[in-house]
């Protein structure tokens, strides 16, 4: 499967902003999907994630509040809205894909994830 990250650019802080993680093949049934975010000379860091049909969501202590994971299987697409934007959540967003036919599982760790897209920019200025 290929994923392709967008919806990313410039915001100021205390914006919105929402990403959009479209799968090339059908995501519904198959895939647990989640979002990563990775600043310049830092980790990737697990942001949230989601299960097969969106009923299970699970996100880092950091985001709580003003990150929410949401899915559209009929549209092969999980976006990522984030809300109250902090300069400090300036870096690049990536979406990741792990196959677990029907699961109820989500995942946090990066290296649980067998798929991942490009990663799109997200910049919030102060």
């Known amino acids: 499967v290929q994923l392709q990250a967008s919806g990313g650019g410039l915001v100021q802080a205390g914006g919105s902003l929402r990403l959009a993680c479209a799968a090339s093949?059908?995501?519904?049934?198959?895939?647990?999907m989640g979002w990563f975010r990775q600043a310049p000379g830092k980790e990737r860091d697990f942001l949230g994630a989601?299960?097969?049909?969106?009923?299970?969501?699970y996100y880092a202590d950091f985001v709580k509040g003003r990150f929410t994971i949401s899915r559209d299987n009929a549209n092969h697409t999980v976006y990522l809205q984030m809300n109250s934007l902090k300069p400090e959540d300036t870096a690049v967003y990536y979406c990741?894909?792990?196959?677990?036919?029907?699961?109820?599982?989500?995942?946090?760790?990066?290296?649980?994830?067998?798929?991942w897209g490009q990663g799109t920019q997200v910049t919030v200025s102060s």
């Open positions: 990741a894909a792990r196959y677990v036919p029907y699961s109820e599982t989500v995942y946090v760790t990066s290296a649980m994830y067998q798929y």
């Open positions: 989601i299960n097969w049909n969106g009923g299970r969501t």
């Open positions: 093949v059908s995501t519904s049934s198959r895939y647990a």
